[in-house]
């Protein structure tokens, strides 16, 4: 979907740049990648480190830069433009097989997230047309304004989830799991913290098998973690999922 509207206002001077942070690395990118087919730069972040330094808390976040080399707007939900057509939309994902019911209930839920998909694409296009005249082009104060500082909780979180990264990379899984548990109780509000735990513990076989995120029917073993992905939304309301767009 990116690559298609990046399609569109290439010509007026943009760039789209994709970061796929996942501590499983060029594997479990790959897949995604391949099916988009994308002309832009298609990068991995196997220690999640635009979390840190951009304040990445979910995905799809964006952040914009100017040609300065400037942020203009920090880390927010970026929903996919609307105006991009179903059949622009459609990848070439293979032969995914039966869909389990587990991910049928994941799919129902994730249609209920609301996002202002129309508003934010006219946003982008506005700034696309205007540069830093743009509305909704913000000063450096109003960055660091809505950036806010980091707690002590948010970077201790960061310290054991980049502890439990690196333990993930040195084949040492079940170490690991510890400091993913404290990266979730300190930072509860960063999806991405969680959904990358949950993803390195699937059990299923298969090309859905990381994003059954949850204690699935046929997975070996104790799930390890308090929440996935499907009852944790079910719990705060989907419609609470991402903040509503702030221009």
Same mark, same amino acid.
């Given at each position: 979907?990116?690559?298609?509207? #990046?399609n569109?206002?290439?010509?007026?001077?943009?760039?789209?740049?994709?970061?796929?942070?996942?501590?499983?690395?060029a594997?479990?990118?790959?897949?995604?990648?391949?099916?988009a087919?994308?002309?832009?730069?298609?990068?991995i972040?196997?220690?999640?480190?635009?979390?840190?330094?951009?304040?990445?808390?979910n995905?799809?976040?964006?952040?914009?830069? /100017?040609?300065?080399?400037?942020i203009?707007?920090?880390?927010e939900?970026?929903?996919?433009?609307?105006?991009?057509?179903?059949?622009?939309r459609?990848?070439?994902?293979g032969?995914?097989?039966?869909?389990?019911?587990?991910?049928l209930?994941? !799919?129902?839920?994730?249609?209920?997230?609301?996002?202002?998909?129309p508003?934010?694409?006219?946003?982008?296009?506005?700034?696309?047309a205007?540069?830093?005249?743009?509305? !909704?082009a913000?000063s450096?104060?109003?960055?660091?304004?809505?950036?806010?500082?980091?707690?002590?909780?948010?970077?201790?979180g960061?310290?054991?989830?980049?502890?439990?990264?690196?333990?993930?990379?040195?084949?040492a899984h079940?170490?690991?799991i510890?400091?993913f #548990?404290?990266?979730?109780?300190?930072?509860p509000e960063?999806?991405?913290?969680? #959904?990358?735990?949950?993803?390195?513990?699937?059990?299923? /076989?298969?090309?859905?098998?990381?994003f059954?995120?949850?204690?699935?029917?046929?997975?070996?073993?104790?799930?390890?973690?308090?929440?996935?992905?499907l009852?944790?939304?079910?719990e705060?309301?989907?419609?609470?999922?991402?903040p509503? !767009?702030?221009?």
């Amino acid at each position: 979907m990116w690559q298609a509207f #990046r399609n569109q206002v290439r010509d007026q001077g943009i760039e789209v740049v994709t970061v796929g942070m996942d501590t499983a690395g060029a594997e479990a990118c790959r897949p995604f990648i391949e099916a988009a087919l994308p002309e832009h730069p298609s990068l991995i972040d196997e220690h999640h480190q635009l979390a840190q330094l951009f304040g990445v808390i979910n995905i799809p976040n964006s952040i914009w830069i /100017d040609e300065q080399g400037m942020i203009v707007r920090p880390a927010e939900a970026a929903p996919a433009p609307p105006s991009v057509t179903v059949e622009q939309r459609a990848s070439n994902l293979g032969d995914m097989g039966d869909i389990p019911q587990r991910m049928l209930e994941i !799919f129902g839920e994730a249609s209920k997230i609301e996002v202002n998909a129309p508003a934010y694409e006219a946003a982008l296009r506005d700034w696309l047309a205007n540069g830093a005249d743009s509305q !909704f082009a913000l000063s450096a104060d109003q960055v660091i304004d809505r950036s806010g500082p980091r707690s002590a909780d948010a970077a201790i979180g960061h310290a054991h989830f980049e502890m439990a990264t690196y333990l993930e990379k040195a084949g040492a899984h079940d170490a690991a799991i510890g400091h993913f #548990r404290q990266a979730h109780e300190l930072v509860p509000e960063n999806f991405a913290y969680r #959904r990358q735990a949950w993803s390195l513990e699937s059990a299923v /076989d298969g090309p859905l098998a990381r994003f059954w995120q949850g204690p699935a029917e046929g997975s070996e073993g104790e799930w390890p973690y308090a929440g996935d992905w499907l009852s944790d939304v079910r719990e705060m309301g989907a419609e609470n999922y991402y903040p509503s !767009f702030t221009p």
